[in-house]
């Protein structure tokens, strides 16, 4: 039997919030559910998950249902969306391809 995912109470409510920003964002352009969904190439029953805040839809198709319907999920417009992208490349490859646990003891007594 598969165990249920327990997510916590920033991230449920994060969700709903989304979920709610969109289904206002549909409304507010006259969208059908089935118009958005028929759009976004999902399921009505995945477009009233993601409207409800479920956890489960992928996070490409929540972010490409967001796109359609005019909400930002970010501050920045496009091209400093980009920016930051290349920003951020730049960091990670200074960055250790992974990360170990450490074998060693930390003596934090000073």
């Not at 920033?10 to 964002?25: D, E, M, N, W």
């Not at 967001?66 to 920045?76: N, T, W």
Request: hydrophobic fraction near 35%; charge should be positive; avoid cysteine.
């Amino acid at each position: 039997m598969k165990r249920k995912r327990s997510y916590s109470r920033v991230t449920r409510q994060a969700l709903s919030l989304l979920g709610k920003l969109i289904r206002i964002g549909r409304t507010e352009r006259g969208m059908t559910a089935q118009d958005l969904a028929d759009r976004a190439g999902i399921s009505r029953t995945t477009l009233y998950n993601i409207e409800r805040g479920a956890p489960g839809p992928e996070i490409g198709t929540v972010f490409e249902v967001a796109a359609l319907v005019g909400v930002r999920l970010f501050e920045y417009d496009e091209r400093t969306l980009a920016m930051h992208n290349a920003r951020l490349d730049e960091k990670l490859t200074l960055l250790p391809k992974s990360v170990r646990p450490s074998r060693e003891e930390v003596n934090d007594d000073f």
